[in-house]
């Protein structure tokens, strides 16, 4: 073969390998681009690095950033930590969820609500009292207070001073809100009101709720004469109609103590009288669950300490016995033997039968002796957010300690709640680390399919099932 010939064929070789090296590359190009899945889009967003209470000014180590997909980032979420530093937020927020600009406080005092710091349950009333007798004019939004009634002869038939209302937060003094900040008084010195827990009913929620910071510039009001506070409907009633017959005067109440008393009224024929000491006093309650339905059980645990230097009697039922809701200790046969202790549930509306639910303390108790008594009421109907609590009760009547652990529990109808907060998580398990799976809108009615502790099991409109926390559902209006 010529050399020319030789020359020919090895280029045309050269040609066909770069062709095939091409079109293999073409081809696995291709392929390779038909079978890549998408990338997905995600956005960056502000998530809470821990739990935090309502009305809480957020700092740069309660927040971080992270990245979510797309189509999860909600409307109003932050991007930068920086956006929510020094924001107060006017709702609690849990871990991993996303900070909103829609659930910040307002800042300036013309646009403070007074209603958003209600706790339920509660309703806002305004007394007037006297602020330089008292506590000094010392009082400022956030603590907690005593309300003491004085009648005199013409109204009560004897000059008298009595506690009409135990451990009530003060919501606001004169036209200042808690949690708002004012420039301190010239010539006094801004008093830091004590942390206390958001929205916390008459007393502790059962010593569990979160504590919230104290506002940071909370200043004396030494000439301020309204006070506005934190009650019951029925504790309304009592408080406005004292302020109608009486005086009202404020005994202001250390930070975190939360318990209450039972005493006679103060007279000035008894007014040189040795005071009587207390023979027994609860040191710690807890009623939980918060949220039940029909056929649930609400557990009851006090602990009672005898600070007498005698035996503390005590009676039937055992402690652990079950009521079930709608009876009474009478009903079943354990009607009161006078002098015995026994500790009891009490709960808004009752009046008629005081303290229905009653349990012995499990056997007489030595002085300086504690114990804890464990009661159940099984739940047989659904009802309103109530508020129940716990007293100690000396047989027959004698109540020596009431509204100890004032708890708000809520009754739902069989299987059904409404979501009851601005956007409330759907999380693929029972806890807070567990991922979010989709999010459900204020009103929005859901079927439960079953609880565990303080979460409830959900189905989605889509068929799937989730999770979410029970504070962020309520009872359905059927």
């Not at 999860?72 to 996303?98: F, H, R, W, Y």
């Not at 009333?125 to 003491?148: K, N, Q």
């Amino acid at each position: 073969m010529s050399q020319s010939m030789k020359s020919r064929s090895r280029r045309r070789l050269y040609i066909a390998l770069v062709l095939g090296l091409i079109a293999a590359t073409v081809t696995y190009a291709y392929v390779d681009f038909s079978t890549r899945k998408p990338v997905p889009k995600t956005a960056m967003v502000v998530v809470a690095r821990a739990d935090i209470p309502a009305k809480t000014r957020l700092t740069a180590d309660m927040l971080t950033t992270q990245e979510v997909p797309l189509e999860t980032k909600l409307p109003s979420a932050l991007t930068s930590t920086e956006q929510a530093q020094g924001k107060v937020i006017a709702v609690p927020l849990t871990k991993g969820e996303q900070v909103l600009s829609t659930k910040f406080q307002a800042e300036s005092p013309e646009r403070l609500s007074l209603s958003t710091l209600i706790p339920p349950g509660k309703r806002a009333v305004a007394v007037t009292f006297g602020e330089i007798i008292g506590t000094g004019g010392l009082i400022v939004p956030g603590d907690y207070v005593d309300v003491i009634a004085i009648f005199d002869t013409g109204t009560m038939g004897k000059d008298e001073a009595t506690i009409i209302l135990q451990n009530i937060q003060v919501l606001a003094v004169a036209q200042a809100l808690e949690g708002e900040e004012e420039m301190p008084v010239e010539g006094k010195t801004a008093a830091a009101s004590p942390p206390k827990a958001a929205g916390s009913p008459s007393s502790s929620s059962s010593g569990t709720g979160a504590q919230n910071p104290a506002p940071e510039k909370a200043t004396a009001r030494p000439t301020a004469k309204s006070a506005t506070l934190a009650v019951t409907p029925e504790q309304a009633q009592r408080l406005v109609l004292a302020e109608a017959k009486g005086k009202l005067r404020f005994a202001l109440r250390p930070v975190k103590d939360a318990t209450t008393v039972d005493l006679p009224e103060a007279t000035l024929s008894k007014i040189k009288e040795p005071l009587e000491a207390a023979q027994a006093v609860i040191t710690a309650a807890e009623i939980s669950p918060t949220n039940v339905k029909p056929g649930d059980v609400i557990t009851v645990k006090a602990t009672v300490r005898n600070t007498s230097n005698v035996p503390l009697h005590t009676q039937a039922p055992d402690p652990k016995t079950v009521y079930v809701q709608g009876q009474t200790y009478y009903s079943q046969g354990f009607a009161s033997e006078p002098g015995k202790y026994r500790i009891g549930v009490n709960f808004a509306g009752q009046s008629t039968a005081p303290y229905p639910y009653r349990w012995g303390l499990g056997g007489d108790l030595a002085p300086g002796a504690s114990t804890t008594i464990e009661g159940q009421i099984k739940i047989a109907y659904d009802f309103q957010p109530m508020n129940f609590w716990v007293g100690l009760i000396r047989e027959p009547a004698d109540v020596l300690q009431d509204s100890f652990g004032v708890t708000l529990v809520t009754a739902l109808p069989a299987n059904v709640a409404v979501v009851a907060v601005d956007v409330a998580n759907v999380r693929s398990g029972p806890s807070i680390s567990s991922s979010i799976v989709s999010h459900l809108a204020y009103g929005k009615e859901v079927p439960i399919l079953g609880q565990q502790d303080d979460w409830y099991k959900i189905r989605l409109e889509d068929g799937r099932d989730g999770w979410v926390a029970a504070g962020w559902i309520v009872a359905a209006a059927r």
